[in-house]
């Protein structure tokens, strides 16, 4: 998603989202209907669950994986030149990997980022990214925005947000109400992970699903933060007989991030 960075744009970003502050009551999500896990290596499945709470649906696409035999990798578009998601992994050894942070409407990215321990963009407080992931010393990381502390030894970073689950708590204050595609990454904070996508849900329904252990029993999930989302919320994976499935996005994006074998 593309964001004016002119002054006037910042009194609409400030309206979008209000102050975010944890909630201990989750809506009642459950899962309808779910396939079986796809095998991808390096002990990463794949899953889709279809998920029904206070009168809505929505379908949740989710690659899990383990740092202990995966990392993330945050891969730029530049200066290399534009592609989708699928044509930049597919000659990698990634097993899977989703959209990026925002960009503006210059293609810049939207706050830092470092790709291949080369930093773009500005480290930047603004009410949207409130949420930091990043790789240090080749493990992952999603810390938030006061947490941050910066060194030499990051070597992939974006700036995200808005935070989805706060201490394996929902997020409450959201402003929004309007479905559409999501995508996030979430972990309980001791080596497992999860990227995915959502189609299609509100910023709130999505902090319920992922807050909720019905819905992903898989894990704990101590954290979550959302990604850029909308056109261009896209997410592919290669399972292990080599074959790519992929959840297209509809827009060109500035970066990707990527989970490949240790």
């Not at 029904?52 to 578009?77: H, I, K, P």
């Not at 998601?85 to 293609?107: E, H, I, K, M, Q």
């Not at 850029?228 to 074959?243: Q, Y």
């Amino acid at each position: 998603m593309k964001f004016d960075l002119r002054p006037a744009s910042w009194g609409k970003l400030a309206a979008l989202l209000l102050l975010l502050v944890t909630s201990p009551l989750n809506a009642q999500w459950t899962v309808v209907s779910q396939s079986k896990p796809l095998p991808l290596g390096s002990g990463a499945w794949e899953v889709v669950k279809k998920v029904r709470g206070g009168g809505s649906e929505a379908e949740l696409n989710l690659v899990f994986f383990d740092t202990d035999r995966c990392v993330l990798r945050v891969l730029d578009q530049m200066p290399k030149g534009r592609s989708a998601l699928d044509r930049r992994l597919s000659g990698t050894r990634a097993v899977a990997g989703c959209n990026g942070g925002y960009f503006t409407p210059d293609f810049r990215p939207l706050g830092l980022m470092i790709s291949e321990g080369k930093r773009s963009g500005a480290y930047e407080k603004s009410p949207l990214l409130t949420a930091v992931l990043m790789v240090r010393k080749s493990r992952p990381l999603l810390v938030w925005r006061d947490e941050f502390a910066d060194s030499k030894g990051i070597t992939d970073l974006l700036q995200c947000g808005p935070r989805l689950v706060i201490g394996s708590k929902v997020v409450s204050g959201f402003k929004d109400s309007r479905a559409r595609a999501r995508t996030f990454v979430l972990t309980d904070t001791a080596g497992h992970w999860a990227i995915g996508n959502c189609r299609y849900a509100t910023l709130r329904e999505l902090s319920e699903m992922l807050s909720t252990p019905k819905v992903i029993p898989e894990m704990k999930v101590a954290r979550a933060a959302n990604l850029d989302g909308g056109n261009s919320s896209g997410l592919w994976w290669r399972d292990t007989n080599g074959t790519e499935h992929y959840d297209r996005e509809s827009a060109t994006v500035r970066n990707f991030v990527a989970v490949l074998p240790r």
